[in-house]
């Protein structure tokens, strides 16, 4: 049985960083931003930035809430042995849907890290360019939180372990492999 791999959490909490990490060790990435909703976007003509990315999922969403994990899942080829890594969980209906998959072995794991470590990391990165204060990266978080579905996931404890990211790569490594030692990954 496959095992698929899902995390969940706020911007810059490390949820590449941790796909990337599950990569290594053999997992295939399902990307629902690039292999789902990015293409969409490309045939439809648009940048494929973060708000039109939100908003798209919003317009799939509206159909039905579980549709982008349907969708991610439908990518899988079940029972070939491959395990899976979705680093863009969004929703608590997502969730729910791939926890109730019978052909796979989904665990949800919850990335966090404090908001004043997520903005340093943005404003290294230059994620988003017009995030250069504190109280627009806070008013940013607010607003990723209502419009995506995150805070319900967030609030819904369905994660299978939390994975607090506030110190270097190296201690993520090691945190990330106790979790694989746990979970028989």
Do not use: W
Request: hydrophobic residues 40%.
């Amino acid at each position: 049985m496959n095992t698929v791999i899902g995390l969940f959490g706020m911007m810059c909490a490390g949820k590449d960083t941790v796909a990337d990490f599950f990569y290594q060790q053999g997992y295939t990435k399902i990307s629902i931003s690039e292999n789902v909703l990015k293409p969409v976007l490309k045939k439809l003509k648009l940048k494929p930035d973060r708000l039109n990315l939100i908003k798209l999922g919003k317009v799939l969403k509206s159909f039905k809430r579980e549709v982008l994990a349907f969708l991610a899942h439908s990518l899988m080829n079940k029972g070939d042995g491959h395990n899976y890594i979705i680093p863009n969980i969004m929703t608590f209906q997502e969730a729910r849907y791939l926890k109730e998959q019978e052909d796979i072995r989904f665990l949800l794991f919850k990335v966090s890290a404090k908001q004043r470590i997520r903005y340093e990391r943005n404003v290294q990165r230059m994620d988003d360019k017009d995030v250069s204060k504190l109280s627009t990266f806070k008013r940013l978080d607010q607003k990723n939180l209502s419009m995506t579905g995150l805070k319900e996931l967030m609030h819904a404890r369905l994660e299978d372990a939390e994975l607090v990211n506030n110190s270097s790569l190296k201690e993520l490594e090691a945190k990330l492999e106790k979790l694989v030692k746990r979970f028989n990954l």
